[in-house]
């Protein structure tokens, strides 16, 4: 484990502006793809469910693999080890990302997190805005945990039901 308190490394912010549809599964392959960008986590070929610019490829199967992997991949697992709410370091973004040895501020930065059983080392930090986890997390998850209840399953089969019947093709 790494505190650094007040020290005098540089900033060093690195990452660029991204553009995120406005799709709860978007939303949510978003946030994993910034949660992979922390930390060194490749596995199951994670690197399809974080693609986010091809949202529209993903089956309803894969949609709900998204889910349940950002469920286990939660804030909870990384507030406050690699994941910051802190306005002041977000620089007027809604994230930003930073090496971990250039930090500057009382930050504790853990070395590595336990995900599923396996120690995964922490390659850098993430500041986020409250809203931004809002926007990226909390918001699409609750819409898609709504998606794949009992009650959601069945309006979305009444909704192809009915889309099936007005497209007839002859």
């Known amino acids: 484990m790494a505190y650094f308190q007040n020290t005098d490394y540089d900033f060093k912010k690195f990452g660029q502006s991204a553009t995120i549809p406005d799709a709860d599964i978007a939303k949510v392959m978003y946030y994993l793809d910034c949660v992979c960008t922390v930390i060194d986590y490749n596995d199951n070929d994670i690197r399809r469910y974080r693609n986010y610019s091809n949202w529209m490829n993903m089956t309803d199967e894969e949609d709900r693999l998204i889910f349940f992997l950002a469920l286990a991949l939660s804030p909870d697992e990384f507030d406050?080890?690699?994941?910051?709410?802190?306005?002041?370091?977000?620089?007027?973004?809604?994230?930003?990302?930073?090496?971990?040895?250039?930090?500057?501020?009382?930050?504790?930065?853990?070395?590595?997190?336990?995900?599923?059983?396996?120690?995964?080392?922490?390659?850098?930090?993430?500041?986020?805005?409250?809203?931004?986890?809002?926007?990226?997390?909390?918001?699409?998850?609750?819409?898609?945990?709504?998606?794949?209840?009992?009650?959601?399953?069945?309006?979305?089969?009444?909704?192809?039901?009915?889309?099936?019947?007005?497209?007839?093709?002859?």
């Open 80 to 170: 406050d080890r690699v994941f910051f709410n802190n306005v002041r370091l977000c620089q007027g973004s809604g994230n930003q990302f930073y090496e971990i040895g250039q930090v500057k501020n009382q930050l504790l930065v853990v070395q590595s997190v336990l995900i599923g059983g396996r120690s995964r080392q922490v390659k850098r930090i993430m500041a986020y805005t409250s809203g931004w986890m809002q926007r990226n997390y909390y918001q699409p998850m609750q819409a898609l945990a709504y998606r794949f209840s009992p009650q959601g399953q069945r309006e979305e089969a009444v909704r192809r039901a009915v889309i099936s019947q007005s497209c007839t093709i002859s």
